[in-house]
């Protein structure tokens, strides 16, 4: 009896580690599967990503890009990574050194995506230095694809241009209804210009906020035709550049040539010294801002009796092409061209 005891003492560990060493094999096969199930999710958004692109005019392009289910340190890694339009009169692009994406070993689902601190952004000809002190990107998704995204930027610099102190984007399903709604949240704070022209306003834009929900698509990287016929609301609007502050809700619509318009109703503070500001720099039409002074004139309110703020609501619509208020044009690409003006 006594020498049974003894062999089973002498083969317990052994069994135990035994099992131990079976039990994590399995969990490591398990998340190696996953991770390679991952990286294959991971190939597919990414091309899905490529062809929404393509049908907006853009495409990405890098040195060199790397998968890997067995690494637990990197999924994805892309050397070189830009980001350009095909539209070569009005050329933009941006380009980052690195960028690598990876995953929990368990969890293949929640992506922690690591940006290079340093970036080149291009408008036609002219290129500039930009850099944030920290960069953090979290992006998950299901077998429908991505639905939650969180960008966190600070202290992001574009050199000679602006510095913002915070950037947030975020991407989010609304699960709450039977219809398919994807909330987006953009809220950049403290942007400082480091230009010697203002164009008449502060040297910083203490607020840029938007908040705009896309209904009836199926991701949040959805295709061309899928945005089109997407139903997009901007619940919230908000710029705070003194002497403006202005919050503005409503819809965005595409036009005949598929370029995204904002229209909105929009109530600012400020807004009539504002036209001052941005016309006498040349920024807006001058003339298309003395128009709409007159009709803003007779429509202004004040908003405590006795003080010198006075409160506007007015029509606004922003187009890449083209700003308007009140049905009057204040600003086109057509006329920059023609003027050099910026």
Same mark, same amino acid.
């Given at each position: 009896?006594?020498?049974?005891?003894?062999?089973?003492?002498?083969?317990?560990?052994?069994?135990?580690?035994?099992?131990?060493?079976?039990?994590?094999?399995?969990?490591?096969?398990?998340?190696?599967?996953?991770?390679?199930?991952?990286?294959?999710?991971?190939?597919?958004?990414?091309?899905?990503?490529?062809?929404?692109?393509?049908?907006?005019?853009?495409?990405?392009?890098?040195?060199?890009?790397?998968?890997?289910?067995?690494?637990?340190?990197?999924?994805?890694?892309?050397?070189?990574?830009?980001?350009?339009?095909?539209?070569?009169?009005?050329?933009?692009?941006?380009?980052?050194?690195?960028?690598?994406?990876?995953?929990?070993?368990?969890?293949?689902?929640?992506?922690?995506?690591?940006?290079? #601190?340093?970036? =080149?952004?291009?408008? @036609?000809?002219?290129?500039?230095?930009?850099?944030?002190?920290?960069?953090?990107? /979290? +992006? %998950?998704?299901?077998?429908?694809?991505?639905?939650?995204?969180?960008?966190?930027?600070?202290?992001?610099?574009?050199?000679?241009?602006?510095?913002?102190?915070?950037?947030?984007?975020?991407?989010?399903?609304?699960?709450?209804?039977?219809?398919?709604?994807?909330?987006?949240?953009?809220?950049?704070?403290?942007?400082?210009?480091?230009?010697?022209?203002?164009?008449?306003?502060?040297?910083?834009?203490?607020?840029?906020?938007?908040?705009?929900?896309?209904?009836?698509?199926?991701?949040?990287?959805?295709?061309?035709?899928?945005?089109?016929?997407?139903?997009?609301?901007?619940?919230?609007?908000?710029?705070?550049?003194? #002497?403006?502050? =202005?919050?503005?809700? @409503?819809?965005?619509?595409?036009?005949?040539?598929?370029?995204?318009?904002?229209? /909105? +109703? %929009?109530?600012?503070?400020?807004?009539?010294?504002?036209?001052?500001?941005?016309?006498?720099?040349?920024?807006?039409?001058?003339?298309?801002?003395?128009?709409?002074?007159?009709?803003?004139?007779?429509?202004?309110?004040?908003?405590?009796?006795?003080?010198?703020?006075?409160?506007?609501?007015?029509?606004?619509?922003?187009?890449?092409?083209?700003?308007?208020?009140?049905?009057?044009?204040?600003?086109?690409?057509?006329?920059?061209?023609?003027?050099?003006?910026?």
């Amino acid at each position: 009896m006594d020498a049974l005891k003894q062999l089973q003492k002498k083969l317990t560990l052994p069994f135990l580690t035994g099992c131990g060493v079976f039990v994590l094999g399995l969990l490591v096969m398990w998340g190696m599967l996953a991770r390679a199930y991952g990286v294959e999710c991971l190939k597919t958004e990414l091309n899905k990503m490529v062809t929404t692109l393509n049908k907006y005019g853009y495409d990405i392009a890098y040195d060199n890009i790397k998968f890997s289910s067995v690494s637990p340190f990197k999924m994805m890694e892309i050397e070189n990574l830009m980001l350009y339009s095909f539209d070569k009169q009005n050329y933009k692009a941006v380009k980052i050194p690195s960028l690598s994406v990876n995953a929990s070993l368990w969890d293949y689902r929640k992506l922690n995506v690591k940006i290079a #601190p340093q970036q =080149m952004w291009s408008f @036609g000809d002219t290129d500039y230095q930009a850099e944030a002190e920290t960069s953090d990107m /979290l +992006i %998950s998704f299901d077998e429908n694809g991505m639905y939650n995204l969180l960008l966190v930027m600070n202290n992001y610099q574009i050199n000679g241009v602006a510095k913002a102190k915070t950037i947030r984007i975020a991407m989010q399903k609304d699960d709450t209804t039977n219809e398919y709604i994807m909330k987006n949240f953009w809220d950049i704070r403290n942007v400082k210009l480091l230009t010697e022209n203002t164009w008449n306003m502060a040297n910083e834009i203490e607020e840029l906020y938007a908040d705009f929900e896309i209904k009836e698509t199926t991701n949040i990287m959805p295709s061309g035709d899928e945005i089109r016929n997407a139903h997009i609301d901007v619940n919230k609007f908000i710029i705070n550049w003194k #002497p403006l502050v =202005m919050v503005a809700r @409503g819809a965005v619509e595409f036009d005949d040539a598929n370029k995204p318009v904002a229209k /909105l +109703i %929009s109530t600012s503070k400020e807004l009539i010294p504002t036209l001052d500001n941005l016309a006498k720099a040349q920024v807006i039409d001058s003339k298309g801002a003395f128009v709409a002074k007159i009709i803003l004139g007779k429509k202004t309110q004040q908003i405590i009796e006795g003080e010198d703020y006075y409160t506007i609501i007015s029509p606004l619509e922003i187009s890449p092409d083209k700003i308007t208020l009140e049905s009057i044009p204040l600003w086109t690409t057509e006329a920059v061209v023609q003027t050099g003006a910026v």
